[in-house]
């Protein structure tokens, strides 16, 4: 009975331990160090591209007798066509071959070279873009290519992982492969308003994951390798502004939603519409008039006929306090606004008003003006 025992026992020691002594150890190694971010990575580098592009920057060369009203007829002021290059990086949402980049990486170019995971190389050719948003699609020529799919940027989490991949200083054509950083979403809704260069950043994701330069137009995703937004620019301490400092920013996927089917159908936004106001200033005698305590706001002075703020029920008199949340104090801020919410035909606006002494709401749909196409305040 005891010898029986024994062997019984021998058995399960040798169960036990045979397989511990033929396991491969790094695999084990290697499978605890999977965590969602590492999957995420894998997931979507693929279908992260790098993006080289030659530009012509057009300039004129200065006279420098310009101000000698004797020489300044010797050397004339020649225009000057200079091609320089320049890299960023960008992602592939279609199988068809579609990418989505920023405008500024590809802005001017007279070629851009698209290089896949694994160093393949294709010439890219642009389908849309839109300076305001400052988001571009480019197309290569091909099929079933690894796509990245989009997510919901307005449920991003502020405090949740956020990877950022694209092609920094060009090290994507050294190992064929993009570049990861991982930080978090810092904050989100971040209104910059209308740029000197006229590009609208608003509702921007913070991130400190670093970017730098040649990451503008990567994807920034999420741990379920969603895209939530496309890395656009910085705030730097260098005067190159290519250095991270852990303020990174990138376009939130739902405004690029936007956009994208105008770039792909007809390779540009329209942004002119029609609202049918006419207003003018609200004065301090207008204001006792109607029952203010103080003027601010303007007042509707007239209403086209058959005008969207016809159909949206305003009348003349009524005052406008605020569109879309932002406070109307001055006759420019109806301008201002307008200008910083980067609206289009179809969008809605929220407008809040004075009448007979007391406060309503009111939704405006904008429209395509029926007799231009240029963009109208009215």
């Given at each position: 009975?005891?010898?029986?025992?024994?062997?019984?026992?021998?058995?399960?020691?040798?169960?036990?331990?045979?397989?511990?002594?033929?396991?491969?150890?790094?695999?084990?190694?290697?499978?605890?160090?999977?965590?969602?971010?590492?999957?995420?990575?894998?997931?979507?580098?693929?279908?992260?591209?790098?993006?080289?592009?030659?530009?012509?920057?057009?300039?004129?060369?200065?006279?420098?007798?310009?101000?000698?009203?004797?020489?300044?007829?010797?050397?004339?002021?020649?225009?000057?066509?200079?091609?320089?290059?320049?890299l960023g990086s960008g992602?592939?949402?279609?199988?068809?071959?579609?990418?989505?980049?920023?405008h500024h990486v590809v802005?001017?170019?007279?070629?851009?070279?698209?290089?896949?995971?694994?160093?393949?190389?294709?010439?890219?050719?642009?389908?849309?873009?839109?300076?305001?948003?400052?988001?571009?699609?480019?197309?290569?020529?091909?099929?079933?290519?690894?796509?990245?799919?989009?997510?919901?940027?307005?449920?991003?989490?502020?405090?949740?992982?956020?990877?950022?991949?694209?092609?920094?200083?060009?090290?994507?054509?050294?190992?064929?492969?993009?570049?990861?950083?991982?930080?978090?979403?810092?904050?989100?809704?971040?209104?910059?308003?209308?740029?000197?260069?006229?590009?609208?950043?608003?509702?921007?994701?913070?991130?400190?994951?670093?970017?730098?330069?040649?990451?503008?137009?990567?994807?920034?995703?999420?741990?379920?390798?969603?895209?939530?937004?496309?890395?656009?620019?910085?705030?730097?301490?260098?005067?190159?502004?290519?250095?991270?400092?852990?303020?990174?920013?990138?376009?939130?996927?739902?405004?690029?939603?936007?956009?994208?089917?105008?770039?792909?159908?007809?390779?540009?936004?329209?942004?002119?519409?029609?609202?049918?106001?006419?207003?003018?200033?609200?004065?301090?005698?207008?204001?006792?008039?109607?029952?203010?305590?103080?003027?601010?706001?303007?007042?509707?002075?007239?209403?086209?006929?058959?005008?969207?703020?016809?159909?949206?029920?305003?009348?003349?008199?009524?005052?406008?306090?605020?569109?879309?949340?932002?406070?109307?104090?001055?006759?420019?801020?109806?301008?201002?606004?307008?200008?910083?919410?980067?609206?289009?035909?179809?969008?809605?606006?929220?407008?809040?008003?004075?009448?007979?002494?007391?406060?309503?709401?009111?939704?405006?749909?904008?429209?395509?003006?029926?007799?231009?196409?240029?963009?109208?305040?009215?």
């Open positions: 009975m005891k010898r029986y025992i024994t062997i019984v026992y021998s058995l399960v020691i040798l169960a036990v331990f045979v397989p511990l002594v033929n396991a491969n150890p790094s695999s084990d190694v290697s499978q605890s160090r999977q965590n969602a971010l590492t999957r995420a990575i894998s997931k979507v580098s693929p279908a992260v591209v790098g993006i080289n592009v030659t530009q012509v920057k057009r300039y004129i060369r200065s006279n420098p007798f310009a101000d000698d009203p004797f020489f300044k007829h010797l050397l004339p002021s020649i225009p000057i066509e200079k091609r320089v290059k320049s992602f592939i949402f279609s199988k068809e071959g579609y990418i989505l980049t920023n802005e001017d170019a007279s070629e851009i070279i698209v290089t896949k995971t694994g160093g393949k190389q294709f010439v890219a050719k642009i389908v849309g873009v839109d300076f305001t948003t400052d988001v571009a699609v480019l197309k290569i020529e091909g099929d079933d290519f690894p796509i990245l799919k989009f997510g919901d940027s307005d449920q991003t989490i502020i405090g949740e992982w956020a990877i950022a991949l694209g092609n920094p200083f060009g090290l994507f054509d050294l190992s064929s492969k993009p570049t990861v950083t991982v930080g978090v979403i810092s904050a989100k809704d971040q209104d910059f308003g209308r740029q000197s260069n006229d590009r609208i950043f608003q509702d921007m994701l913070q991130t400190d994951a670093a970017i730098n330069a040649g990451n503008s137009g990567g994807p920034l995703v999420n741990c379920n390798g969603e895209v939530i937004g496309i890395n656009t620019w910085i705030i730097s301490g260098s005067e190159t502004r290519s250095a991270n400092i852990g303020l990174g920013f990138a376009i939130p996927i739902n405004r690029v939603k936007r956009v994208l089917d105008d770039l792909l159908n007809y390779g540009r936004v329209d942004r002119s519409f029609w609202t049918g106001i006419n207003y003018d200033v609200v004065s301090p005698s207008i204001a006792r008039y109607l029952g203010m305590t103080l003027p601010h706001g303007v007042i509707i002075s007239d209403i086209d006929r058959g005008s969207p703020a016809e159909r949206a029920g305003l009348e003349i008199g009524d005052i406008i306090i605020s569109i879309n949340g932002n406070e109307i104090n001055v006759f420019d801020d109806v301008k201002k606004t307008i200008d910083n919410l980067d609206l289009k035909k179809g969008d809605v606006l929220n407008i809040r008003i004075f009448r007979n002494k007391s406060y309503k709401y009111f939704k405006l749909k904008l429209e395509a003006h029926p007799d231009s196409n240029k963009r109208r305040y009215k």
